[in-house]
């Protein structure tokens, strides 16, 4: 009775202490209207992605989501637009368009970059938010270990093949979602397609860290162009990134009355991504990296530029941008 009376009136502060949290954040989420203006969000099938393209919807942007699993995304896209039309929020301006997109395939990102450049006269804001969360040892189509392929050298690609219409859509912003796990990694130079040993909590945070490098040395290389670039953290968020991570079936009710109490949902997750993409507060920023919506300080190891300009050299490399 005492162990089940602790648990109750645990949860009921756990409670009480997420929905102040929620309304708190709730306030920081109002934006303005993106009317006329063409997003792309990468992964916009699911969690911040999802509540990303969702918002700037609302919004009245043109959301393309470019997502790997075509069935899935066109699915996510109808519960959009039944969720915005109940609300009326989607009147007068907004539209979701699904493009099939694998960041796992080189041949994937060009052909989705093709039809981009032939069909859209503008690109105003590329989201890169997909990503993938340690997973086991696997190679991409073109060979490269997972993290490293999806999270840095697929969005690498598909970033550099859209440039020139960002330019010609200036004023214009590249939005890049890291992670705070940037910290724990390190750009090995000698192995970064994990041949020698892999770690896939290391390779993730590599990947990361690789993010905040590529924002960094692309801002540099896009100065005076009006296109802004910067990366970001969302948080602890409750979406499917971690379906990788095993978590022993007895403490499951444990982690999940956790997760629900301590981290944020996917609009809450998405909002620093939602900042940068529509914020007048943040034209002309660039090259800076942000958390819950503020400017955040960086490591010495993320603003390397010798090493943000060697990653960048070599990813131009492992791509096909150079032979």
């Not at 969720?83 to 395939?105: H, I, K, N, T, W």
């Not at 939005?175 to 130079?189: D, H, R």
């Not at 379906?243 to 629900?260: D, E, G, M, Q, T």
């Not at 998405?270 to 819950?292: C, H, N, R």
Request: with cysteine.
């Amino acid at each position: 009775v005492a162990a089940a009376t602790l648990a109750l009136g645990g949860g009921i502060l756990l409670a009480a202490w997420r929905w102040l949290r929620g309304a708190a954040r709730a306030a920081a989420g109002a934006g303005g209207s993106m009317r006329g203006k063409t997003v792309i969000i990468t992964g916009a099938n699911s969690g911040l992605g999802r509540a990303a393209a969702a918002e700037l919807l609302r919004m009245r942007a043109r959301v393309i989501m470019g997502c790997r699993d075509r069935e899935r995304a066109e699915r996510a896209a109808r519960e959009i637009r039944a969720e915005l039309g109940e609300r009326e929020e989607a009147e007068g301006g907004g539209e979701l368009v699904v493009r099939e997109l694998d960041l796992a395939s080189l041949r994937s990102v060009r052909a989705f970059c093709h039809r981009v450049l032939q069909e859209e006269p503008r690109l105003d804001v590329l989201i890169n938010n997909a990503g993938i969360f340690q997973c086991p040892y696997m190679k991409t189509e073109d060979g490269f270990e997972m993290q490293f392929g999806v999270n840095h050298l697929g969005h690498f690609l598909l970033t550099n093949l859209l440039l020139g219409l960002l330019k010609n859509s200036a004023p214009s912003r590249v939005v890049v979602v890291s992670s705070k796990l940037y910290k724990y990694g390190e750009i090995n130079f000698e192995d970064l397609n994990s041949e020698i040993s892999y770690n896939k909590s290391f390779c993730y945070s590599r990947s990361k860290l690789a993010n905040v490098l590529f924002a960094r040395e692309l801002a540099r290389r896009l100065e005076g162009t009006g296109v802004t670039v910067n990366s970001l953290h969302p948080g602890i968020v409750r979406t499917n990134l971690g379906r990788y991570v095993n978590i022993p079936f007895l403490a499951k009710p444990l982690f999940n009355l956790v997760s629900w109490a301590f981290f944020k949902t996917p609009l809450e997750g998405a909002q620093t991504s939602i900042y940068l993409a529509s914020s007048p507060d943040v034209e002309g920023v660039s090259g800076k990296y942000f958390g819950d919506c503020k400017e955040e300080e960086l490591l010495p190891k993320a603003t390397d530029d010798l090493v943000a300009r060697k990653l960048w050299d070599i990813s131009e490399v492992m791509v096909g941008l150079l032979k």
